[in-house]
């Protein structure tokens, strides 16, 4: 996938000038390699079919992750036909759809790394309810951001303004919450972070298998 990912660059680049042939050619790759990242979203669930899964943080921004990237990538399709992509192109349905891709992708990722290694390679672990209160604070606070923003794209509302039509008003009024909710997630984990490390929340008696490859590495 990530060798098939370096031939469909061009479908950022729509409203760049592309000749007809060449934006066929980028619509068409970039609905083929549609497929395989879909089997790839499969993969991921697969894997934890028949796992040991409990109701913990870190099985919960893993699930997360899937969730917003399947949404990304479902809007991406979308934006993969050269024609709607220039109708949209400008509007904040491409904002919905980068955040949901690369923004919440890269952050719930890290987020899963931090709540797996930190014990791993530290020694030290976070408040499990903390932890949750920060999780359901980004997964609220994030979803209200910007899913809003598919539908105020779909309706027409340009990105890039300083100001908008009182029509959109209710979407600027949801997403403006949700990053509240979000910036206070922000602020938890700081403190969750600060924390555990100078509060010295070390494990005892770790939940870890020492005997993993992942644990023997690290």
Do not use: E
Not at 26 to 51: D, E, Q, R, Y
């Amino acid at each position: 996938i990530a060798v098939l990912g370096t031939s469909v660059w061009g479908h950022h680049m729509y409203t760049a000038g592309l000749d007809i042939d060449t934006r066929t050619y980028f619509s068409a790759a970039t609905m083929i390699i549609a497929i395989p990242s879909a089997v790839k979203i499969f993969n991921w669930l697969g894997t934890f079919f028949g796992s040991n899964q409990k109701i913990q943080p870190l099985w919960c921004w893993t699930y997360s992750f899937i969730f917003l990237f399947t949404v990304g990538g479902l809007s991406g399709i979308i934006l993969s036909s050269a024609s709607l992509d220039i109708i949209l192109h400008d509007t904040y349905y491409v904002v919905a759809h980068f955040h949901y891709t690369l923004s919440l992708g890269a952050v719930y990722g890290i987020f899963c790394g931090f709540c797996l290694w930190l014990p791993y390679m530290y020694g030290i672990s976070f408040d499990g309810m903390m932890m949750m209160a920060v999780f359901f604070c980004f997964f609220v606070g994030t979803n209200m951001t910007f899913f809003p923003m598919h539908f105020a794209g779909l309706q027409g509302m340009p990105r890039k303004i300083l100001d908008y039509p009182d029509c959109f008003s209710a979407f600027q009024i949801i997403s403006s919450l949700g990053s509240v909710i979000t910036f206070v997630g922000f602020i938890l984990f700081n403190y969750l972070l600060i924390d555990s490390i100078f509060f010295s929340r070390f494990l005892g008696v770790s939940f870890y298998n020492y005997h993993s490859p992942a644990y023997v590495v690290s």
